[in-house]
């Protein structure tokens, strides 16, 4: 499902705070990036943030579900999880989640090879 350009700016008001987040466009979503990191993205109408050992728990105490897509008749899982809607109505919550997404995506991008990284030193 395509994401429509009045909730792809709205997005961008409620992440503004979170400071250098851009949005763009990916096959019928939208990735959220934070100096050239994907931390988020907003599938089936809703936004899913990047996790790891370290945050995953807070996304299991709120009842959230990892988002996945279909591979091939398999599901295939890529450490996002579907963020509690009521953040989008709660800026200092989202921006405390937004940021711990953020850092799971420095984790992820440290542990690649100096050439594969995407976020310079």
Same mark, same amino acid.
């Given at each position: ?7 792809? !700016?709205?997005?961008? #008001? @409620? ?12 096959? %019928? %979503? ?11 993205? @907003?599938?089936?109408?809703? @936004?899913?943030?990047?996790?790891? #050992? ?17 591979? *091939? ?30 850092? @799971? !995506? ?13 976020? *310079? #030193?």
């Amino acid at each position: 499902m395509a994401v429509d350009n009045e909730f792809k !700016a709205f997005l961008e #008001e @409620v992440f503004d705070p979170v400071g250098s987040v851009t949005l763009k466009r990916m096959f %019928g %979503g939208l990735g959220i990036f934070r100096h050239g990191l994907m931390f988020g993205l @907003v599938a089936d109408g809703r @936004v899913c943030l990047k996790a790891d #050992e370290q945050t995953e728990q807070d996304f299991i105490s709120e009842g959230m579900i990892e988002w996945s897509y279909d591979g *091939k008749g398999k599901p295939v899982k890529m450490g996002y999880w579907y963020m509690p809607d009521r953040l989008l109505e709660e800026p200092e919550e989202l921006k405390e989640w937004a940021l711990k997404a953020f850092d @799971v !995506a420095v984790r992820a991008d440290q542990k690649k090879s100096p050439a594969k990284r995407k976020l *310079k #030193e």
